[in-house]
């Protein structure tokens, strides 16, 4: 079944210590996000890809990078993790053209849940 | 700054009653509406989209949307346990002017009563 697969799903890491995480679709969608969702909070989009263009949120701290090598995988590589990153982290695919007056339907992968100590 | 407003609830009904989500948004220009239902710990499902003024129907949910009046809401008919789950709705901008972007509101938990 075509899907968004997200590993690992679930990462601890120490603070200050690099962690990647990583999302692969095949579903052949030409966008990629990466959310950040804190308990009880809406979903934080960080930044996406529409094919290979990155497009970072003004908000996203600069601990957070991301990577597209393919239309198939993306990653977040978060440099130095702090206790407030502690989340769950959802990568989303969806299909879109410029110029469309609508956007498709975001597809989530189920999640990575990210622990600091 | 676009948002997305929803009531945080939580919102009880007893089993088989209809229950009703509401949403509203700031950008006139959104084009795309969506309602994905979240459970603990998980990550969200999509269960409608809409994307003209009026009602959807899916099986027992319906969507509404009244773009004049910036309003989008969920009803869920014959409400069962399993429906209790924090219900997100999500607004898309439109692709020319707005990016891809989609705005999550911060969910309405609902909580259905056997």
């Known amino acids: 079944d075509a899907m968004v697969i997200q590993n690992p799903r679930y990462q601890v890491t120490q603070f200050g210590k690099p962690v990647t995480l990583s999302c692969s679709q095949t579903l052949n969608h030409n966008v990629m996000y990466w959310y950040q969702q804190k308990s009880s909070q809406a979903p934080k989009l960080l930044f996406h890809y529409y094919d290979k263009d990155f497009n970072n949120e003004a908000d996203t701290p600069d601990n957070f990078q991301s990577r597209r090598p393919n239309t198939s995988f993306c990653f977040l590589d978060i440099r130095s993790p702090g206790l407030g990153d502690a989340a769950m982290y959802l990568c989303a695919t969806s299909r879109a053209s410029p110029g469309l007056a609508v956007t498709d339907t975001q597809y989530f992968g189920p999640g990575t849940r990210l622990t600091v100590l | 700054q676009k948002e997305v407003e929803q009531n945080s609830g939580p919102l009880s009904v007893p089993e088989g009653a209809i229950a009703s989500l509401n949403c509203t948004y700031s950008?006139?220009?959104?084009?795309?509406f969506f309602w994905y239902r979240q459970y603990s710990g998980k990550s969200p499902e999509l269960i409608m989209s809409i994307y003209s003024n009026g009602d959807k129907e899916d099986g027992r949910f319906t969507a509404q949307l009244n773009k004049a009046s910036q309003y989008v809401s969920l009803l869920i008919r014959d409400s069962q346990p399993s429906d209790s789950a924090t219900y997100l709705c999500a607004v898309n901008g439109d692709g020319r002017t707005g990016g891809f972007k989609t705005i999550f509101g911060a969910g309405t938990r609902l909580f259905v009563k056997a």
């Open positions: 950008d006139r220009v959104s084009q795309s």
